[in-house]
Structure formats: C-alpha cells, structure tokens
C-alpha cells in the first residue's frame, strides 16, 4: 500500500499543525488552556462527533459524500427515546437507535449503489426525511432521556474520563484499524482510487458501497445514541450543522474529496483542529464570529492543498 495513499505526510504536517495550536494557546493562556479540566472538555467536545467523521472518512475516501448524517443522528436519539419510554428498557433503546442508523445507511448505499443517483442528492433527500420523521414522531419537541441513561452512561467517568469518550476512542482506534489493515479498507481504498479498476479487480463495487453507507449510518446511530445518553434531550434542533462539521474534519485531516486517499488517523486530528480552535478562542476571548472564519479558512486551505498535490501526482 503507498504511501500516498496511507496519508502518511498528510497526517505528519496536520499532526504538527494542531501541536502548534495547542502550543500556541497554552503560552497564550498558561493557566486556563493546557489544564486537565480544559483537555477533558476538548475530547468531551470531540467524542460524539468523531463517530460521525469516522464513518465519513470511510465514505468520502469512495469519493461519495453523506450529508445526512446529522438527520439520522437525531432520527435515531428520538427512536431510542421512544422505545426506552414505551418498554422501560435501555438496551432496547439503544438497540432501536442502532438499527434506525443502519437503516438509513443502507437506503443511502441502495439508492447511492443500485439506483446510481448522485450521493449529493440522495443523502440531502435522507437528511430531509430524517429530520422530518424526527419531528412528526415528537411534535418539534424535545424528548428527555431516562434519568439513569443520563446519570448513568451520560455522567460515567473510568479513571477520570467519562465513558462516551473510551466508548468512542474504541471504536474509532477499530475504523483505523479496519480501514488500514483489512479487505474492506483496501477494497473501500480502491473503489475510491479507480472504480472500473476495482470491479474488474474482482471488487463487489456496489455491495461494498451499501456497506460503507450502512456504517457511516450505524456510526451516526450510535452517536444519537450516546448524544441522548450525554445531553439527556433529544436535541432535534442542535444537530444542523453536525453533517458539515464531519465533512470539514475528515478533510481538514488529510482525505481527499476525490476519493482514494484518506486516514482515520488524519480524520482524528481533523476533528480536533477546529475543537482547539474554538476553545482557545473562548478561553482568549475572542468573537464567535471569528472562529467560524478561522475554521472555514482552514476548511478551504485544507482543499486548496488536496487540489495541488492531486494536480501534482497527475503530472
């Protein structure tokens, strides 16, 4: 496997750029940013979302992209929340939030792979749907979490970090893995590089593309899941951007919106990059409104670099 394609310079001078922040804040604000509290909120900040861009990576790496998974992550906090009331069971809940997120992931793969309509349009018609079903199923208002969902999983800590952020380090460490060292990964590796290739390459191109939307729609379930757990709301209107704030990371990180190159380790930094961004500037400070700058520059510096160095392969 190449280099190019591992991301490895890609995750070295991204890696270097977020220890800069984190340098550059913590000499900025030696007694408020590089403190314990402040680090356990950054990845507190970070858990939830990561899920979503970990599922991301894996689809923008097949040159796709999934608007919807902000939609399906509230679509699935109601679903949970609405079977915990009816049954008084949390596993059942959590169950019904998995698979209304796999669901939703297979429609996309199905109507992305089998029906061949642009990823764009499909995903931003889910997001549509999902959104809606959430808001007929609640009226536009919030639902509440059980208390011992929230007290319990929400507020669990182990070794002085809450359990949502090892609950997501797991399995974000297992997407690396699997993107890096399995079958799937270089099958979801080549389908992004050459797609003809791959299905002359014996590659199941379209099955395999039902199944990377089938996760990235799980992992959003999940994280609907641990947002209710985490929140104790629903939050049907807090998770608006959630899908462009995933593709930002996974892009930030290093993974090309052409397809074929991409870590989930790039994806990790990319999530945090603009995390630390945001809160050295609260810490400073410093406008709301400047942060969304800053971030969205370093969005599209991110693409600019994706660009040149694809004009310079193909030289």
Avoid at 36 to 53: E, K, R
Avoid at 129 to 154: C, H
Avoid at 222 to 230: E, I, M, P, Q, R
């Amino acid at each position: 496997m190449s280099r190019l394609r591992f991301g490895a310079p890609q995750v070295v001078w991204i890696g270097l750029v977020l220890a800069g922040l984190v340098v550059t804040f913590s000499v900025l604000a030696p007694r408020t940013f590089p403190t314990s509290f402040n680090v356990l909120n950054l990845v507190s900040d970070a858990a939830i979302l990561l899920l979503l861009a970990a599922g991301m990576t894996y689809v923008i790496i097949t040159a796709g992209i999934d608007l919807s998974v902000g939609g399906v992550l509230v679509f699935s906090a109601v679903s949970a929340a609405k079977v915990m009331e009816a049954t008084g069971s949390l596993a059942l809940g959590g169950l019904a939030a998995l698979v209304a997120g796999l669901a939703w992931g297979v429609l996309n793969g199905v109507l992305i792979a089998m029906g061949r309509i642009p990823a764009l349009i499909v995903t931003l018609g889910t997001l549509g749907m999902s959104l809606g079903g959430a808001l007929l199923l609640t009226g536009g208002v919030d639902l509440r979490a059980p208390t011992e969902l929230n007290l319990g999983l929400g507020l669990a800590r182990w070794l002085g970090v809450p359990v949502i952020v090892w609950i997501c380090a797991a399995i974000t460490a297992a997407l690396a893995l699997m993107l890096a060292c399995t079958r799937f990964g270089r099958h979801t590796y080549a389908i992004g590089s050459n797609v003809e290739a791959a299905r002359r390459g014996g590659v199941a191109v379209r099955a395999h593309l039902v199944k990377v939307y089938g996760l990235a729609g799980l992992l959003a379930g999940l994280a609907g899941c641990l947002s209710l757990a985490k929140y104790g709301i629903t939050g049907v209107s807090a998770h608006s951007t959630d899908n462009l704030q995933a593709i930002a990371a996974v892009v930030i990180g290093g993974t090309s919106l052409f397809g074929g190159v991409g870590t989930v380790a790039g994806t990790v930094i990319g999530v945090f990059i603009p995390v630390v961004l945001q809160n050295g500037f609260q810490i400073l400070g410093v406008r709301p409104f400047w942060q969304q700058v800053v971030v969205g520059a370093v969005l599209v510096a991110a693409v600019y670099v994706d660009q040149w160095r694809r004009r310079a392969r193909d030289r």
